[in-house]
């Protein structure tokens, strides 16, 4: 039987071919650690974001109506 070939996908990061193997890249799907890092800050200074629907605003700070005169 012939070798096993890994499949290579492009890093996010810098779209560097890398091999998708567990066992062959543990930064996967990223080339390395550097794209893997640079990925994670991206997330937490967000620069990325989920799609979601529209929240109404949450903001407890504001202040409330006065309640209606009786």
């Known amino acids: 039987m012939g070798a096993v ?18 066992n ?13 890092q640079i990925d994670l800050g991206a997330w ?3 620069r990325y974001a989920v799609a979601a629907a ?4 949450d903001d407890s700070s504001a202040p409330l109506a006065p309640p209606p005169s009786a």
């Open 5 to 22: 070939v890994d499949r290579l996908v492009p890093c996010p990061v810098c779209r560097t071919m890398a091999p998708f193997s567990a």
């Open 24 to 36: 062959r890249n543990r930064w996967r799907p990223f080339c390395g650690e550097r794209c893997r």
């Open 44 to 46: 937490a200074s967000e």
């Open 54 to 57: 529209p929240q109404p605003d």
